[in-house]
């Protein structure tokens, strides 16, 4: 926080964090308000297909939590429907917090399951990037100089040379003219690509990758970090 600037909400929150774009995004929107973050909490998910939690190189969120210098609390989850909403609950109202914040942006079911543990252990809900723009929330990545990579890819249109392609400019007209032709999300938001932040602006050391190999699967795959570590901003 400047000094001399009083903060907006000086309450100690919880953050759903992945390591991808829009969850460290929300981390530093909630930061820029004066948040003071307890905790980012981890789902594991032991499944591919989870409704909820990222999959691909989610294991790098104790190195992600390590980069930003905040506590990480996480647990397993089945990935099942509707009983990953439980795992989390079950961490979170473990938590000393007021508030749960997460980087939901158009998703009514990720918005409604959040919004209803919330509800049940009586937390502050924050979704800074709710009914954003899409288009914008990218902009807002690269003039923020967040250094981001696709881990993984699921949709029409994408292939295997999208995996480790670091989101700048030219990406991001890529995901456009994707969007033209094939509807998919400008953000990923439907499960259509995921990703992995390297380095923002509150990270303390950034995260250099060391090795990675490409998993394709038919029309789609993901980036498979085998060994990655912090380096000195």
């Known amino acids: 926080m400047i000094k001399g600037v009083r903060r907006k909400a000086d309450i100690h929150v919880a953050v759903l964090a992945t390591g991808g774009k829009d969850s460290a995004l929300a981390l530093h929107k909630a930061l820029s308000k004066g948040y003071e973050i307890a905790y980012l909490v981890g789902m594991i998910p032991l499944r591919e297909d989870s409704w909820m939690f990222h999959y691909p190189n989610i294991r790098l969120i104790d190195l992600f939590a390590e980069a930003v210098e905040i ?21 979170i109202e473990k938590l000393d917090v007021k508030g749960l914040v997460s980087g939901a942006i158009a998703s009514n079911y990720q918005k409604t399951r959040i919004e209803k543990i919330c509800k049940q252990l009586r937390l502050k809900c924050i979704m800074p990037l709710w009914q954003k723009d899409p288009l914008e929330i990218l902009k807002e990545i690269l003039d923020l100089k967040f250094e981001v990579i696709m881990t993984g890819v699921y949709a029409y249109g994408f292939n295997s040379d999208w995996l480790g392609r670091r989101i700048d400019a030219v990406t991001v007209d890529a995901l456009l003219e994707l969007n033209r032709q094939y509807g998919i999300s400008l953000v990923g938001e439907g499960g259509e690509y995921e990703t992995l932040v390297l380095d923002a602006p509150f990270f303390k050391k950034k995260i250099k990758i060391i090795q990675a190999e490409k998993v394709w699967k038919d029309q789609g795959g993901y980036f498979h970090i085998t060994k990655a570590e912090l380096e000195n901003k």
């Not at 506590?71 to 079950?90: C, N, Q, R, Y």
């Open 71 to 91: 506590p990480l609390v996480k647990a397993e989850t089945s990935g099942i429907k509707e009983e990953e909403v439980g795992d989390i609950k079950h961490l």
